[in-house]
Every structure is written in structure tokens, then in C-alpha cells.
């Protein structure tokens, strides 16, 4: 059967859903934020397979792969194997999540985005919160606390990463930055620090306040989830 002929038989099977419920239509009238994940999923799918509408698809991969974030984790050879998706879904998904991460960068450098906890939380969980291992960064800011840029440092294992002050300092140093936020992500989904983590803030704040430069924060990303040093009092 053609695409196109698929297409058609989708559009009839969910045309006899009420119009609130189909995802197009929902996204239009009441916000992408309202869908879940499975109608956010059937919209880049765009069509289902025989016997299996798109949402219903949508359904099966999630549950499939564990949650939408492992879609976007897994591999090549494994995504195409599953029904309904193949390399040029792989390849589409790929540069909308990187579309998405650029977009966060440009706006992170604009005067006032990073103005908030919430908004500096967003930009770290979609920078870290797909990674399938520890990855440790810092984010670089200026005398105003605009972002300069943000660094990966550092990448270990799924519960682990080595951090070497000096060659933070370095880093820090060769930007110019003014202040700091150390980020680092628990893909373990653990979102408490741990007293490695602890230990290691300590000692970066006492290296880079030799320099004269600020943390203002350490950041752990579990997930879609992040944890403040800064808020629990411990910066």
C-alpha cells in the first residue's frame, strides 16, 4: 500500500475520534504542553501501520522502549527495528532533538533567559537529561551572568565521571567567565547528590574562588528532574 494511501485510511480511522481528541487538532486549540506523550509521538509519526492507527503505535513504542526519552536514547539498529519506524524516523528525531537544544542555546545567550532557576533548569535538563552516561559541564557566564557558553568537561561511566579542578580553572580561565554553574547528570535516575558530589563542589568552589570567580549553583539532572545545591543550601 502507498504512503499516501495509508495516510488517507489514518486520517478516516481518526476523523470518527472526537475532534478535541485527535492530536493535530488538540496541539491547535489547546497547546502542544496539553498532549501526552504518546499524542506528541503520533504526531511525528505521522501515520500508523496496518491495523494499528497512529496513536495506538505511538502507545505500543513507548511502552516498548520504557518511556519517550528512551526513544530518543536508543540507537540506530535498535529503533529501526521496531514497527512502524525506520531510518529516516531516526534520522527526523535526531535533528528535532538537536533543533530543540539549539534553540535553548541561542535563547540562553539573550540577556535575560537564564533570569530564573526554572528557566536555567530547563536549559540543563534538555542539554543532559538524555545522556546514557555521567557527563560533567560547566556553564560560563559573564560579569552581568549571561551565558558565555556551556562546557562538557568530563564524561564517565552510567554512575560516575572523574572531575579535575585544574581543568575547570583552565576552562574558566580561557573564557573569561565571571561565575559558574556546575551541571553534572545522574542517569541512574537517582536525583540526590551524593557525598562524591558533595565533596567535589567543595573543592570547586574553593579553586575558583582563588580566581576571583563565583558558583553560584551545582545542578544534578535526573531525568526530567533537577537538583539545586544552591536551593538546599549547600552552595
Known amino acids: 500500500m502507498s504512503i499516501s494511501r495509508i495516510e488517507d485510511k489514518e486520517k478516516g480511522m481518526l476523523q470518527s475520534w472526537p475532534q478535541a481528541e485527535r492530536p493535530r487538532e488538540k496541539l491547535l486549540q489547546q497547546g502542544a504542553d496539553t498532549l501526552s506523550d504518546a499524542e506528541l509521538l503520533a504526531i511525528f509519526l505521522r501515520t500508523g501501520v496496518k491495523g494499528t492507527n497512529v496513536v495506538e503505535l505511538a502507545r505500543q513504542l513507548i511502552n516498548e522502549f520504557g518511556s519517550i526519552a528512551a526513544i530518543y536514547q536508543a540507537d540506530e ?4 527495528q521496531r514497527n512502524g519506524l525506520g531510518q ?3 534520522v527526523q528525531l535526531q535533528a528535532t532533538l538537536e533543533m530543540a537544544k ?4 541561542e535563547q540562553a545567550k539573550t540577556s535575560d533567559y537564564l533570569s530564573s532557576s526554572v528557566q536555567t533548569k530547563h536549559y540543563v535538563v534538555t542539554e543532559l537529561g538524555l545522556e546514557p552516561y555521567e557527563v560533567f559541564g560547566v556553564l560560563l557566564l ?3 551572568h549571561q551565558v558565555i557558553s556551556f562546557k562538557r ?4 561511566t552510567l554512575d560516575a565521571a572523574a572531575v579535575y579542578p585544574r581543568v575547570v580553572v583552565e576552562q574558566v580561565l580561557k573564557a ?6 556546575l551541571v553534572h547528570n545522574h542517569p541512574t535516575g537517582v536525583l540526590e547528590p551524593s557525598l562524591a558530589d558533595v565533596a567535589i ?3 570547586l568552589v574553593k579553586a575558583l574562588r ?3 570567580v563565583r558558583v553560584l549553583d551545582h545542578l544534578i539532572v535526573a531525568g526530567n528532574r533537577c537538583y539545586s545545591f544552591a536551593e538546599h543550601g549547600q552552595i
Not at 539498529?77 to 529501526?80: E, I, R
Not at 539549539?102 to 542555546?105: D, G, H, P, Q, S
Open 77 to 80: 539498529h535498535s529503533f529501526c
Open 88 to 90: 529516516a524516523k531516526y
Open 102 to 105: 539549539r534553540c535553548l542555546k
Open 142 to 144: 559573564n560579569n552581568q
Open 153 to 156: 568537561l568530563f564524561q564517565g
Open 176 to 181: 573569561r567567565a565571571a561565575a559558574v554553574i
Open 201 to 203: 563542589t567543595e573543592q
Open 210 to 212: 582563588l580566581i576571583d
